[in-house]
């Protein structure tokens, strides 16, 4: 099956530096790409929609100033948590879906974000 | 990795019968989520039962768990064309690896 990656797995920052998370579709084209964060013990909240070569839109109380994405191309979107804080130690997920009419949606692995 | 098997892989309906969705997986949990998604979008949480409930509703929805068996079932009440959707099922190891994600069920409500 389509396999999407996510490097690093785990990141421990220090509070006001950034980290950039990448998103990795292995073998197939990633017309759209989401991300979602998850807070301990809780679900997974949707951040924003990435479709490559435009422009992300984001759920309403995510900081685009601070959450940036870019989906360069079908297969790589980034997050770059800008000026990270101890309050975005999270879990942070991607998934990805493939060309328009394909229903099904892979998810990443994770990457588990520390910031002290 | 996607542990989870939801079954069917597609569900097709009329409006106003209940729809039954089902999903197995394989290892120890605490606690296990459905989520829906609607085309192109991103998906919506819509029920957390932990492991040691066997039972939870909410609105048009039941969720069963039944961890002897590993395996949930989600059932929709009196279908909407609406309900129409991908839905997902997600189990918390409650490690620190977060949640595994089944394949998905592709429902669709005939109007």
């Known amino acids: 099956g389509a396999v999407v990656s996510q490097h690093p797995s785990r990141v421990i920052c220090k509070s006001g530096t950034s980290v950039k998370i990448e998103c990795r579709s292995l073998?197939?084209?990633?017309?759209?790409m989401f991300w979602y964060r998850q807070f301990p013990k809780k679900s997974l909240m949707l951040m924003a929609t990435?479709?490559?070569?435009?422009?992300?839109?984001?759920e309403q109380g995510v900081e685009k100033d601070k959450f940036l994405i870019n989906h360069a191309s079908l297969t790589l979107s980034t997050l770059t948590v800008t000026s990270a804080h101890p309050e975005d130690s999270s879990f942070y997920i991607c998934?990805?879906?493939?060309?328009?009419?394909?229903?099904?949606?892979?998810f990443g692995p994770g990457t588990r974000l520390t910031v002290t | 990795s996607q542990q989870g098997e939801e079954d069917p892989q597609a569900l097709s309906i009329q409006e106003g019968e209940n729809a039954t969705m089902n999903c197995s997986y394989k290892?120890?949990?605490?606690?296990l989520q459905w989520y829906r998604q609607n085309s192109g979008r991103g998906l919506v949480h819509l029920i957390l039962?932990?492991?040691?409930?066997r039972e939870k509703h909410s609105g048009r929805l039941r969720v069963t768990l039944d961890t002897s068996k590993k395996s949930s079932s989600l059932l929709i009440t009196a279908s909407r064309a609406a309900d129409t959707a991908s839905y997902f099922c997600?189990?918390?190891?409650?490690?620190?690896?977060?949640?595994?994600f089944g394949k998905g069920t592709h429902l669709i409500i005939q109007p």
């Open positions: 039962i932990r492991s040691n409930e």
């Open positions: 998934s990805a879906t493939g060309l328009a009419g394909v229903l099904e949606q892979y």
């Open positions: 290892t120890s949990i605490n606690n």
């Open positions: 990435s479709n490559e070569g435009s422009k992300a839109t984001y």
């Open positions: 997600a189990t918390d190891g409650g490690g620190a690896d977060g949640l595994t």
């Open positions: 073998d197939f084209q990633a017309t759209t």
